[in-house]
């Protein structure tokens, strides 16, 4: 990423800024080298970048350069995330095509973006709490506090209510019904609370013997669990990519002219779109806008269809066709890297 960046600056952004910023010839520059033989590799130079490794011929050891270099990689990332983030969402099939075609330093690469987009759907996820520990987020434990302390406030009452209408002979089982009820709402959010699992997850004769341990685990310190699976999901979200590829395959049998490269190039577009919608999704459930962020369930097929159909330059039924296929395959997909991650984080 970082050679990509500094290739495409010195083409674009580099040019113009270096013309800016950088001394006039004959200026006294303190750190600037003269070199026969490029710093990077040592091959001979000739003009004003090594023709072995890209790396400019002259480099600079002062603070000004350190800061043109920094607002060059700013530039240089913001102007390419700005044309791509569009396409991804509008015209996926050919920005697609295009990447696949040749354009590579139009466009973000796939990995670059997909890590981009992996980094941006945890951040979003933890940031507004929806993958808070197992007993949710900081407000909902909040919340779980205060209403335990009303139960409490309520439960003293209706005691001392009891007590009252015993020592005067009264009915108390209307009473005693409300106590016990309270009582009940104050256990179960107190086990919420401590993450112990609302419903207990219990091993019976039943379970298969490789699964015990798991269950065993997650019963014991469900916390941990949880937040081991998240740092399992994130570690090795790039296993969605080799679990899509061939699923891939299938869905273009007889078509030789499609590589395994492009498919991969497709997927990882793809998976790239639909975590920005999770990440969308995250913002518009923190806005308070639930109903909303529901309407986003829609959007996946859609974008499929559109990839599918510019990318591989297909017709409108043998795309709706191969559209409902790539669901099913992603519903597989998904359901086996959820196993897989599940399986890493409870070991
Ligand atoms: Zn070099």
Not at 142 to 165: F, H, N
Request: glycine share 8%; with cysteine; charged share 20%.
């Amino acid at each position: 990423m970082v050679g990509e960046f500094e290739a495409i600056g010195d083409a674009v952004t580099g040019g113009l800024l270096a013309r800016a910023v950088e001394p006039h010839a004959g200026e006294v520059d303190r750190g600037h080298t003269h070199e026969k033989n490029c710093l990077n590799c040592g091959a001979r130079l000739v003009g004003p970048f090594c023709a072995d490794c890209g790396q400019k011929a002259h480099i600079h050891r002062s603070v000004r350069a350190f800061l043109q270099d920094f607002v060059q990689g700013l530039f240089n990332f913001e102007g390419k995330i700005w044309r791509t983030l569009p396409m991804l969402a509008w015209r996926p099939g050919e920005m697609t095509r295009r990447y696949i075609a040749g354009e590579r330093a139009r466009f973000i690469s796939p990995v670059a973006l997909y890590l981009f987009t992996v980094f941006a759907m945890f951040a979003t996820l933890n940031f507004t709490g929806a993958l808070g520990s197992a007993g949710g987020g900081k407000d909902f434990k909040d919340g779980l506090r205060t209403e335990i302390a009303e139960d409490q406030v309520a439960l003293a009452k209706l005691e001392a209510q009891r007590k009252a209408g015993a020592t005067a002979k009264k009915d108390v089982a209307e009473l005693d019904r409300k106590i016990a009820s309270r009582k009940e709402d104050i256990e179960s959010n107190q086990r919420m609370l401590s993450g112990r699992p609302v419903v207990d997850a219990h091993l019976d004769e039943d379970t298969p013997g490789w699964v015990r341990p798991f269950i065993e685990n997650a019963t014991e310190n469900p916390e941990m669990t949880s937040l081991k699976v998240q740092d399992a999901a994130s570690k090795y979200s790039w296993l969605l990519i080799p679990l899509s590829v061939p699923f891939m395959w299938l869905l273009f049998p007889l078509r030789r002219q499609h590589s395994t490269y492009d498919h991969t190039v497709f997927v990882t577009y793809s998976l790239s779109f639909m975590m920005m919608l999770v990440v969308a999704g995250g913002l518009l459930i923190a806005a308070g806008l639930p109903s909303l962020a529901s309407l986003l369930f829609f959007v996946p097929p859609f974008h499929m269809y559109r990839q599918l159909k510019q990318a591989y330059g297909l017709g409108r039924f043998s795309a709706i066709m191969r559209t409902m296929a790539l669901l099913t395959f992603s519903f597989i997909a998904a359901s086996l890297f959820l196993a897989a991650t599940v399986a890493i984080g409870a070991m």
